[in-house]
C-alpha cells in the first residue's frame, strides 16, 4: 500500500496524559498537513509542513500542540496535558509539490477519558 | 473572512435518483476547490480537483462543476454504494490552510 499511513489507529487515553501520533506520507510527497475534524464537522487545518519546516500553524491551537516532521519524511503530532476536548480523529494528509491535491490518511482517533 | 457552506447537510435518495449537492464559498483568492468523499470512521477519499469557473470534471456517476461563487456535484442514476458524506474544501491564495465544509451526507435507498 503507497498510500499515507497513520499509527496507531485509536488511542483511549486519560484527561492529563500526554499523547503522539505519527503519519507517514506518500513517498515522493514533501507537503504534510494535520488536520482535527470531530463529530459533524468537516476537517479543521492544525499546521502544515514543506519538507521538514513547519510553514503555517492554526491560531486555534493550544500551546499544548507541537508537531515535528525532522527528516522530511514521516511526522509526529503531540498533545500534552490532554483534555476531554481532545478527542476527535486526527487525520494526516500528503501532496506533491506543485500540486494542489491532498490526499489523507486513515486518521488516528483519540478518546480523553 | 475565507468561508465554505455546503448544502444540503443530509439528502436521502432512491436509487437511481439524480441529484446535485451545492459547495457556495466566499475567499479571497481561490487556487483550488476539492471535492472529497468520507466513510465513516475513515478518512477523506479524493474525488476532484477544480481551479477555475467553468471548470468541469467526471469520475463513473460523479461530475462537479466550478463557477466563480459555488460548485456542484452532480450524481447521476445513484447506488447505495454511493452513500457517504461529501466534503468540499478550498484552498486560498497567500495561505497553505485549505478550508473545509461540514459536508453533505448522502444517503441512497435501494
Known amino acids: 500500500d503507497t498510500g499515507v499511513s497513520q499509527d496507531p489507529r485509536h488511542k483511549i487515553t486519560k484527561r492529563g496524559q500526554n499523547v503522539t501520533f505519527r503519519c507517514d506520507p506518500i513517498?515522493?510527497?514533501?507537503?504534510l498537513y494535520w488536520y482535527r475534524q470531530t463529530l459533524g464537522q468537516g476537517p479543521e487545518f492544525l499546521t502544515y509542513?514543506?519538507?521538514?519546516?513547519?510553514?503555517?500553524k492554526s491560531r486555534l491551537l493550544s500551546d499544548r500542540f507541537s508537531a515535528e516532521r525532522p527528516k522530511g519524511s514521516f511526522s509526529t503530532l503531540e498533545i500534552q496535558r490532554t483534555e476531554q476536548g481532545d478527542s476527535a480523529m486526527y487525520l494526516c494528509?500528503?501532496?506533491?509539490?506543485?500540486?494542489?491535491?491532498?490526499?489523507f490518511g486513515p486518521g488516528t482517533r483519540l478518546l480523553v477519558l | 473572512e475565507d468561508q465554505v457552506t455546503q448544502s444540503p447537510e443530509a439528502l436521502r435518495l432512491q436509487e437511481g435518483e439524480s441529484s446535485s449537492l451545492n459547495c457556495s464559498y466566499t475567499?479571497?483568492?481561490?487556487?483550488?476547490l476539492f471535492w472529497y468523499r468520507q466513510d465513516p470512521g475513515k478518512g477523506p477519499e479524493f474525488l476532484f480537483t477544480?481551479?477555475?469557473a467553468g471548470e468541469e470534471k467526471e469520475k463513473e456517476r460523479l461530475k462537479a462543476t466550478l463557477t466563480k461563487k459555488e460548485s456542484f456535484l452532480h450524481i447521476t442514476a445513484p447506488k447505495p454504494e454511493d452513500s457517504a458524506t461529501y466534503l468540499c474544501?478550498?484552498?486560498?491564495?497567500?495561505?497553505?490552510?485549505?478550508?473545509f465544509g461540514t459536508g453533505t451526507r448522502l444517503k441512497v435507498l435501494a
Open positions: 475567499v479571497s483568492g481561490l487556487r483550488g
Open positions: 477544480l481551479y477555475s
Open positions: 513517498s515522493e510527497h514533501n507537503r
Open positions: 494528509a500528503s501532496s506533491l509539490a506543485g500540486e494542489e491535491t491532498q490526499y
Open positions: 509542513f514543506q519538507n521538514e519546516a513547519q510553514l503555517e
Open positions: 474544501a478550498v484552498r486560498t491564495s497567500g495561505t497553505y490552510k485549505y478550508i
